[in-house]
């Protein structure tokens, strides 16, 4: 397995962990990570799916941080 393959295997498992914790985020985790919010409607949900796809590391901490921040 070449260098480029590990590189594009690794690219693709982050992608695949970021999708599903932004999934799991923006349908059930907002209001938990950001009480403050209120309600959330589904358009801003979508929005939100791309940089917490993106960001899923920081996204995860803040979620189970619960709200608390950093």
């Not at 899923?56 to 619960?66: D, T």
Request: no cysteine.
């Amino acid at each position: 397995m070449g260098v480029a393959e590990i590189f594009v295997a690794g690219v693709g498992l982050y992608a695949l962990i970021g999708l599903g914790v932004a999934l799991g985020f923006v349908t059930i985790g907002i209001l938990h990570a950001m009480p403050q919010a209120g309600p959330v409607t589904w358009g801003a949900r979508v929005l939100l799916l791309p940089g917490a796809a993106v960001l899923w590391p920081l996204v995860l901490r803040r979620w189970l941080a619960g709200g608390a921040h950093p």
